[in-house]
């Protein structure tokens, strides 16, 4: 494949045609100007010729060399046949040079005679205006098709040359002219002639030939227009003058050297401008790699978060089903061990307590699950940071070793968050878990809780747990908060802490920040909004008391649950607690016991239910049907609650305690009395 190059493709414009004709201009002012005093006899300075042949030599045989480095791989055949124009050129010029009498040596030259240098010179120019003009044809001749052909070759065009060159000077050099053609003799006069006006006819018609086609050709091409232009002029003046030494005679060779010279300063200065170009373009193309990485790392990050939140769904999924499932049998056992706990002997107690502990242990594993994936109920309660963070001081501290020091740093006045405080401690829990485990000699853990400075955002409090530990790569930190993700061994470690924290923070409406420093120490942080005021609606929070004695007592309560084991617990909970209970599977027999009659003080419904209409639309259509009928829901799913409770709706969140139905059941029939007292009878 050809790849551009500027010198070669880059096509003349009417700015550059203008700057080569301005530059042109001088010279065939100066040939003109010259012109009527051309024939003057000036004094002989042999040296010139040697200084000309020297100066054009080198300055064509650089161009030759010039010409032949550019566009290598893909040479169009004029450039070619332009490199081949030079090397003549500059090969003859030093030739001339050595054979100019007196030019290189005080007396005689350096090589040949008085007739080799008098037809050399002749040979040379008529030479090189026709290599000029093949050139200029052929790449009119190409630009004209479209883009140059890349078909030219040095290899055989460059060893030609040479020969070519060879063979002219051996001609001049070797050849036993007769006297007619000798130096002086007609015949060489009329060949001087000839070739001279040949040389300026093959000039004018390159200048011509280049000039019409400027636009289609490239600079380069444009260029040459030039330089025939100036060598015509030369010649020109050399002819008028005639005679060797004349005004004419100097002002030829130094037409025709400043020509050749600037061709050679065009060429660099083309080069060196080719040469910007490129470093422009490599710029240009090292600032595009490095954008196109930075699109590949956002891509790659932003693939990762995908598969991350994909991750998320599945195993959101997954829990929201087993959850379900499982929260029916934690109630169950935990109404049924509530159930226990009331009756059984003091000396099976210790047994009762454990299972106790056991069932909230699995709770835990569930709710984590859930709250991983946003399926969580989240109870928010606006907490006093100040009071809320000391008082949990001793779960956190129970969770390190000996030779870890946790210390609590939170200002009593430092504000409140909107939150729910079991995921906050939760989520403090892993943090302080994690620290610990980062520093397996032992060390110090700070807990602090502060408020965010308002120069750096929304009024905000910023929990850190910060460890002394070993740190975390960079290549782990990209990874935390996916879930089971984790560097440590199977059984010590799940990979559900961060993501839990994260989860947390989003729900919350705050964010998560990690700064680590491997060998240095961790500190992660959760900001978590400001509250304005506390919350009305706060639960108190506490251990669970004992059963209070039922409001009243031996009132029917209706039970809505499709599931039979949680329905016969919970009603054998509240008919130990004193209530009088019917039990129900779906919220289509619940209505029709309704209309058949029966008369509950207060209705249980679990939420999700099969039978074609769940908890919140029986709440909803007792709640036309039966205002003064206080309704309880009861859910293990964060949608479904946060929606009942938006509706007004007194919420439990599954799996509940069997102290917090019995006081929801107690408020709902207090308002309920009170709302049915106060209405007329
Ligand atoms: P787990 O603790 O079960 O591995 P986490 O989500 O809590 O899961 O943590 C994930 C990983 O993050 C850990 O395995 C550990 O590599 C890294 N990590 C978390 N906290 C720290 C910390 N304080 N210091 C060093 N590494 C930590
Ligand atoms: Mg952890």
């Excluded at 480095?69 to 169009?76: D, L």
């Excluded at 990874?479 to 799940?494: A, I, M, W």
């Excluded at 947390?504 to 240095?520: D, F, H, K, Y």
């Excluded at 929070?541 to 084991?565: F, H, K, Q, W, Y």
Aim: glycine letters at 10%; proline letters at 6%.
């Amino acid at each position: 494949m050809n790849s551009p190059d500027p010198l070669v493709d880059e096509p003349s414009s009417t700015r550059h045609g203008l700057k080569v004709a301005l530059l042109a201009t001088p010279f065939l002012l100066a040939a003109l100007a010259l012109s009527p005093i051309a024939s003057r006899a000036l004094p002989a300075v042999p040296q010139v010729s040697g200084l000309f042949g020297l100066v054009v030599g080198s300055s064509e045989l650089l161009t030759a060399f010039l010409l032949a480095s550019i566009a290598a791989g893909h040479r169009p055949r004029w450039l070619v046949r332009l490199t081949c124009a030079y090397l003549f050129s500059g090969a003859m010029a030093l030739l001339h040079a050595l054979t100019f009498p007196g030019a290189m040596l005080p007396a005689g030259s350096v090589l040949g005679t008085t007739e080799t240098v008098a037809w050399l010179y002749v040979t040379w120019q008529v030479g090189f205006s026709g290599l000029l003009l093949l050139s200029a044809s052929t790449a009119v001749r190409e630009y004209s098709r479209g883009m140059p052909s890349s078909g030219g070759s040095l290899r055989v065009a460059v060893p030609a040359t040479l020969v070519g060159t060879f063979v002219a000077f051996a001609a001049a050099r070797w050849m036993p002219w007769p006297a007619y053609f000798a130096p002086g003799g007609t015949g060489f006069g009329l060949w001087a002639k000839v070739g001279g006006g040949a040389t300026i006819a093959l000039s004018l018609v390159t200048t011509v030939v280049v000039w019409r086609h400027r636009r289609i050709c490239s600079r380069l091409v444009v260029w040459l227009a030039l330089v025939a232009a100036v060598t015509g002029a030369g010649f020109a003046l050399g002819l008028v003058g005639g005679a060797r030494y004349s005004a004419g005679w100097y002002a030829s060779r130094a037409l025709v050297a400043a020509g050749s010279a600037m061709v050679l300063i065009v060429l660099l200065h083309e080069l060196l401008r080719s040469r910007r170009a490129l470093r422009t373009a490599a710029a240009r193309l090292g600032e595009q790699a490095q954008a196109l990485q930075a699109e590949v790392h956002r891509r790659e990050r932003a693939e990762r978060m995908f598969v991350q939140a994909q991750k998320l769904e599945a195993v959101g999924q997954l829990a929201g089903g087993v959850a379900h499932d499982f929260n029916n049998l934690l109630q169950v056992m935990r109404l049924r061990l509530e159930l226990l706990r009331r009756q059984a002997p003091p000396e099976s107690q210790p047994h009762v307590a454990i299972l106790r502990d056991t069932v909230g242990r699995a709770e835990r594993l569930t709710s984590h699950l859930l709250s991983l994936t946003g399926r969580r109920s989240l109870t928010p309660e606006v907490l006093d940071v100040g009071t809320w963070l000391p008082r949990h001081a001793k779960v956190l501290s129970a969770l390190v070793r000996d030779d870890v020091r946790i210390e609590i740093d939170v200002d009593p006045d430092v504000g409140r968050v909107h939150v729910d405080g079991g995921e906050l401690e939760a989520a403090l829990l892993n943090l302080v878990s994690n620290a610990r485990d980062a520093m397996p000699s032992g060390g110090r853990v700070v807990v602090s809780a502060k408020a965010r400075p308002p120069s750096d955002g929304d009024a905000a409090i910023v929990f850190t747990v910060s460890d002394e530990g070993e740190g975390i790569e960079p290549e782990v930190l990209d990874r935390l908060g996916e879930p089971f993700f984790t560097t440590k061994e199977p059984g010590k470690g799940t990979g559900l802490g961060l993501a839990q924290v994260h989860a947390l923070a989003r729900r919350s409406g705050g964010s998560v920040t990690i700064e680590s420093r491997p060998g240095a120490g961790t500190a992660v942080s959760i900001v978590l909004p400001r509250a304005r005021a506390a919350s009305p609606d706060a639960p108190a929070s506490g251990t669970p008391g004992r059963a209070e004695p039922a409001a009243g007592r031996g009132a029917l309560i209706m039970i809505v649950d499709d599931n039979a084991e949680v329905g016969r617990a919970t009603g054998a909970l509240l008919e130990q607690a004193g209530y009088t209970v019917t039990l129900v599977e779906s919220a289509r027999e619940a209505l029709e016991r309704l209309a058949a009659g029966t008369r509950p003080r207060a209705v249980v419904s679990d939420v999700v239910m099969g039978g074609g209409m769940d908890g919140i639309a029986l709440a909803r259509r007792m709640r036309e049907r039966h205002p003064e009928l206080p309704v309880i829901l009861c859910t293990g799913y964060s949608a479904s609650s946060d929606q009942a409770r938006d509706e007004g709706f007194t919420v439990l969140a599954k799996p509940y305690e069997a102290q917090s139905l019995e006081a929801a059941l107690r408020a709902a029939l207090d308002g309920g009395r009170v709302a049915a007292e106060a209405q007329p009878h």
